[in-house]
């Protein structure tokens, strides 16, 4: 809640200062990414600690493997996006299409931060009692997805905010 806070904060800045910017709205735009970022560590903590309980160890390669494939997909529609937003044809002028880009990554991380929100964490889970070879993490990949509700729910968390946070670096042209 309180990194979500600092996006929309930063999108109502921008909004209500989209016709002259301060001085002061660089470093309070800095000021609070760093809030946003240093809150990113403290929350990972949390993240890693229900992803711990709610897939078994034997699914979790299987959940990171999908997690970067299906963010590198996403990027490549990220990256349309992107363009179109910063070109000519989007009819969007400074700052309101880098408001656009900022308004879109907090939309989608809200809808990662909703789906991981959801997710039940048990008080227990058996661990996996023999390992498996790689290639079959990814064969039962589909059926992970498929079958188990907590895991859908992460990687939709996972995809979403991965793709939320591909426009952070069109920020700092906005600086």
Known sequence: ????????????????????????????FVGLFFLYWTAGGFSGVA??????KTVQ????????AWRQTGAGLFALVAGFVVTWALSDHSGMVFPVNYLFLLSL???????GMGAFVIVREPYD????????????????????VRDDRNYRRI????????????????????L
Do not use: D, N
Request: glycine share 6%; charged share 15%; hydrophobic share 55%.
């Open 155 to 174: 990687l939709l968390g996972q995809f979403a905010f991965a793709i939320g946070v591909m426009a952070t670096p069109f920020l700092v042209p906005y």
């Open 47 to 52: 993240w890693y600690e229900v992803l711990s």
């Open 125 to 144: 889970y058996e661990t996996a009692t023999r390992r498996r070879p790689w290639k079959q993490y990814f064969r039962m990949g589909t059926r992970f």
């Open 105 to 111: 990554m907090t939309g989608l991380i809200i809808i």
């Open 57 to 64: 160890p034997h699914r979790r390669p299987a959940i990171f």
């Open 1 to 28: 809640i309180f990194r979500v806070g600092i996006l929309v904060a930063i999108c109502l800045m921008m909004w209500l200062l989209r016709t002259s910017m301060p001085v002061w709205f660089g470093a309070a």
